[in-house]
């Protein structure tokens, strides 16, 4: 069987900043802070490594219960952000997973850096969470290879056996997605849909290169 292995942010959906301005404020308000200093890169990331950046510029402790403090209030935050901020599905995605979750050949999980609820919750706003069954999330990981080894570890769950990483493709919008995918040697496509022009992720050698996902052939006709 053939795999997908989708990122979230930037491939499936952009939320508009939602997930930003959900952990900005989570931060302020939590941690009693009257403004952010700096700015934190978030494409491509996991949360976990998000919020320790967060935490070290502004003098907060990166402790196990901070970071369950400030998910918690970002968790809590994020739904009004999604609610509030003009996101989007992006182009040609609802009719791909679709098609492909009528078509029974490819199976389908997520390679993302949210958090397992954070995922949960940006692809259930938008109408997509029933079409991926396993994943690799960014609850504790700080490094995206990481994340995608626990993808890999839950795929073969979800198999219930050995995978062919021939047939095992990563979708993502970043250089980090392709590195990722590289780290557990597994074949990516990535498409310029998010911050990445389609320049920057040329240079880091992907399988296929897409502008979008509005014409899906090039990506079906390797899961054919």
């Known amino acids: 069987m053939n795999v997908g292995l989708f990122d979230i942010d930037g491939t499936l959906?952009?939320?508009?900043?939602?997930?930003?301005?959900?952990?900005?404020t989570a931060l302020l308000e939590e941690f009693g802070l009257s403004r952010l200093e700096g700015r934190v890169e978030f494409s491509g990331r996991?949360?976990?490594a998000i919020g320790r950046?967060?935490?070290?510029?502004?003098?907060?402790?990166?402790?196990?219960?901070n970071w369950e403090r400030f998910l918690a209030a970002y968790l809590r935050r994020l739904p009004a952000c999604l609610a509030r901020h003009q996101g989007q599905v992006l182009p040609g995605i609802a009719n791909l997973l679709q098609h492909l979750g009528g078509a029974?050949?490819?199976?389908?999980?997520l390679l993302t850096?949210?958090?397992r609820e954070g995922a949960r919750l940006k692809?259930?706003?938008?109408?997509?969470?029933?079409?991926?069954?396993?994943?690799g999330y960014g609850d504790h990981h700080l490094d995206r290879c990481d994340v995608a080894r626990e993808a890999l570890d839950d795929?073969?769950?979800?198999?219930r056996g050995p995978v062919c990483r021939e047939r095992i493709w990563v979708v993502g919008d970043t250089p980090l997605d392709i590195r990722c995918a590289r780290a557990i040697g597994v074949r990516v496509a990535a498409v310029a849909t998010g911050w990445h022009s389609l320049d920057e992720l040329a240079a880091e050698g992907p399988d296929l290169l897409l502008r979008d996902l509005s014409d899906p052939t090039p990506l079906l006709k390797v899961w054919s």
């Open 113 to 115: 850096g949210n958090t």
């Open 53 to 65: 950046d967060l935490f070290r510029l502004h003098g907060i402790e990166d402790c196990p219960a």
């Open 155 to 159: 795929l073969r769950r979800y198999l």
């Open 104 to 109: 029974g050949r490819v199976a389908l999980g």
């Open 123 to 135: 692809l259930g706003h938008y109408g997509l969470a029933h079409h991926f069954h396993f994943g």
């Open 13 to 24: 959906l952009s939320s508009g900043g939602a997930g930003r301005a959900a952990m900005e």
């Open 46 to 48: 996991t949360d976990r």
